[in-house]
């Protein structure tokens, strides 16, 4: 997919206002909730205001955040995204985001491009499961068929009219960067497909979060860095798999491994302890972003 580069400086705040659009004004403290006793640890949300509220607050951590609702693509193409952009101090790069098995509605996933959205970029989730994700409280032994009913091929498709969908609303506002993608799990695994696929076209750099079934056999086709990040207690991305995805794909890619954690202790922390893993593994991600979609593009 080629993705032409045009000279602008911010996205406008005009850009991307499509249907069903809401607006959530915010002050988000970036900080994570620690949890007391034995209560699961999670991410502060950026708690929203009322209109006018905390405008114009210079001493805030991060910028007002738009939320809109989007129906993405045409016919049997058509899919629902969401997409966070950043108002104050926009710095007009685009994050593709793929969630995990639970979905784009899911909280944890919400929240985390929330947050990323705060510190000026525009986060676009789009559904990969088609309204079907994988529900907390299902039996296990019924996974691997939900799994198996979710075609991968369809799953690629939908994630490349999200990226189309991104270049041309940019390229329509003559935004010059390119695009970064983040994953988590499922969509950890799916960040490799697609780099392999995209060669550099439209994708700058990358985030993979403990992917999960990745396929080694394309990742020669990957043109720029990866950050992988996972825990070294964490059996479904085991970290021999991750140091020969560094070795393969070159470029400058990364593997941090967090000695105790498990499987989505980043963006779905359950103790005090991940809690400043997670805050930990956050700003490796922002630093990586901005070096790959800001300073170097």
Same mark, same amino acid.
């Given at each position: 997919? $080629?993705?032409?580069?045009?000279?602008?400086? !911010?996205?406008?705040?005009?850009?991307?206002?499509?249907?069903?659009?809401? %607006?959530?004004?915010?002050?988000?403290?970036?900080?994570?909730?620690?949890?007391?006793?034995?209560?699961?640890?999670?991410?502060?949300?950026?708690?929203? *205001?009322? #209109?006018?509220?905390?405008?114009?607050?210079?001493?805030?951590?991060?910028?007002?955040?738009?939320? #809109?609702?989007?129906?993405?693509?045409?016919?049997?193409?058509?899919?629902? !995204? /969401?997409?966070?952009? &950043? *108002?104050?101090?926009?710095?007009?790069?685009?994050?593709?985001?793929?969630?995990?098995?639970?979905?784009?509605?899911?909280?944890?996933?919400?929240?985390?491009? %929330?947050?990323?959205?705060?510190?000026? /970029?525009? *986060?676009?989730? =789009?559904?990969?499961?088609?309204?079907?994700?994988?529900?907390? @409280?299902?039996?296990? $032994?019924?996974?691997?068929?939900?799994?198996?009913?979710?075609?991968?091929?369809?799953?690629?498709?939908?994630?490349?009219?999200?990226?189309?969908?991104?270049?041309?609303?940019?390229?329509?506002?003559?935004?010059?960067?390119?695009?970064?993608?983040?994953?988590?799990?499922?969509? @950890?695994?799916?960040?490799?497909? #697609?780099?392999? &696929?995209?060669?550099?076209?439209?994708?700058?750099? !990358?985030?993979? +979060? %403990?992917?999960?079934?990745?396929? =080694?056999?394309?990742?020669?086709?990957?043109? *720029? =860095?990866?950050? +992988?990040?996972?825990?070294?207690?964490?059996?479904?991305? =085991?970290?021999?798999?991750?140091?020969?995805?560094?070795?393969?794909?070159?470029?400058?890619?990364? #593997?941090?491994? +967090?000695?105790?954690?498990?499987?989505?202790?980043?963006?779905?922390?359950?103790?005090?302890?991940?809690? !400043?893993?997670?805050?930990?593994?956050?700003?490796?991600?922002?630093?990586?972003?901005?070096?790959?979609?800001?300073?170097?593009?």
């Amino acid at each position: 997919m $080629p993705c032409q580069k045009r000279l602008s400086s !911010a996205l406008p705040s005009s850009l991307l206002l499509p249907l069903n659009f809401f %607006y959530v004004q915010s002050k988000c403290n970036l900080n994570w909730k620690r949890s007391s006793g034995k209560k699961r640890g999670e991410r502060v949300k950026c708690s929203a *205001v009322g #209109v006018g509220v905390g405008v114009g607050v210079e001493d805030e951590a991060c910028e007002l955040v738009n939320g #809109v609702e989007l129906s993405i693509g045409e016919g049997d193409d058509n899919i629902q !995204a /969401y997409l966070f952009k &950043a *108002v104050k101090n926009n710095n007009g790069a685009g994050v593709l985001l793929l969630s995990d098995i639970f979905g784009f509605q899911d909280s944890a996933t919400r929240d985390f491009a %929330y947050q990323v959205a705060c510190h000026g /970029y525009n *986060v676009l989730v =789009p559904d990969l499961f088609r309204g079907d994700p994988w529900e907390k @409280g299902q039996p296990k $032994p019924m996974f691997e068929q939900w799994l198996a009913s979710q075609d991968l091929q369809r799953v690629a498709n939908d994630i490349a009219t999200s990226t189309k969908w991104m270049v041309d609303e940019f390229r329509a506002a003559g935004i010059s960067k390119k695009l970064g993608i983040i994953g988590f799990c499922f969509g @950890g695994g799916r960040v490799i497909d #697609v780099l392999a &696929a995209d060669q550099g076209a439209c994708f700058s750099t !990358a985030v993979s +979060f %403990y992917g999960t079934r990745m396929d =080694p056999t394309p990742a020669s086709k990957i043109k *720029v =860095p990866v950050l +992988f990040i996972s825990g070294d207690d964490d059996p479904l991305c =085991p970290i021999g798999v991750l140091s020969k995805f560094e070795k393969i794909i070159g470029n400058g890619s990364r #593997v941090v491994i +967090f000695k105790g954690r498990g499987h989505a202790f980043a963006h779905r922390p359950g103790s005090t302890e991940e809690d !400043a893993d997670a805050e930990q593994a956050f700003t490796l991600m922002r630093n990586w972003l901005h070096d790959g979609l800001l300073v170097n593009s």
